[in-house]
């Protein structure tokens, strides 16, 4: 299931929990705690959502979480079984939790990262292939899907679906740009054609993705875990022992080891 499905903010937690019913319908739920004024240490809840005065559900009939954040007093969670509604929990009274909005867009992310009050990233898949969204968030009550970029290629794959700690971002307040590295194998009908890093750039004042280039340092797949690091110019891309560098404006120049098949 999704991770970060836990957040504490000012001294309360926010839980989003699954049931399930006896036909394995499943049932989303957020609960909002706080320590019980009692002699032992323990929890109290002290609202819920659905609730009496917000019945609306969390996701469609049958939809599975696949993605949750907490920023501050809003939660986003992620659904999906054949669409992705992304729904933007309001939690500024914490007594009356309610959902603000919600979107619905093709694929579904499984990682979701706030990259300021109005700019919401997602990472996931569409038609089995990586994509990365950018959601407008400034108006909670209608968020909207800004821009998308998609890598084709039957097979291509990212960790970063799956591992978050492969995800690297660099913020640039003065530019309003976030860079991000992402690990990816590509493919082409399923046929191996490279693995390396990714580079995407988020200008955050248009809410546009821009492609900024794929360091291609690898002629076979190498099943590694993946990490990156961006310090200034340079970006640096890491699968298990092995590194490579580069100048993030020349990401196909790059030193490291060269790791041939025998």
Do not use: C
């Amino acid at each position: 299931g999704a991770g970060f499905r836990m957040s504490e903010h000012k001294d309360q937690l926010r839980v989003i929990s699954t049931s399930y019913s006896s036909d394995w319908s499943p049932h989303h739920r957020l609960t909002i705690l706080e320590e019980a004024q009692t002699t032992t240490a323990s929890l109290k809840a002290i609202a819920e959502l659905p609730n009496s005065a917000n019945p609306s559900p969390i996701g469609k009939p049958n939809d599975e979480i696949y993605a949750v954040r907490f920023f501050g007093d809003k939660g986003y969670v992620v659904t999906f079984e054949q669409i992705d509604p992304l729904y933007i929990l309001d939690l500024k009274d914490s007594l009356h939790p309610k959902i603000a909005g919600e979107l619905e867009v093709p694929g579904f992310s499984t990682y979701l990262q706030l990259l300021d009050q109005d700019t919401l990233l997602g990472i996931g898949t569409i038609n089995n292939l990586p994509q990365v969204s950018v959601f407008d968030v400034s108006d909670a009550s209608n968020p909207s899907l800004a821009d998308a970029m998609i890598w084709e290629g039957a097979g291509t794959t990212t960790a970063a679906s799956y591992d978050y700690k492969s995800i690297t971002f660099l913020h640039d307040a003065e530019s309003q740009s976030t860079r991000l590295v992402l690990p990816m194998v590509k493919r082409n009908n399923w046929k191996f054609v490279s693995q390396g890093a990714q580079l995407l750039e988020v200008d955050r004042s248009n809410m546009k993705i821009f492609d900024s280039g794929f360091m291609d340092v690898l002629d076979h797949i190498k099943y590694g875990k993946e990490r990156s690091i961006i310090h200034e110019s340079a970006v640096h891309y890491i699968n298990g022992t092995d590194v490579w560098s580069a100048d993030w404006d020349q990401p196909d120049v790059f030193t490291g080891p060269s790791l041939i098949i025998e």
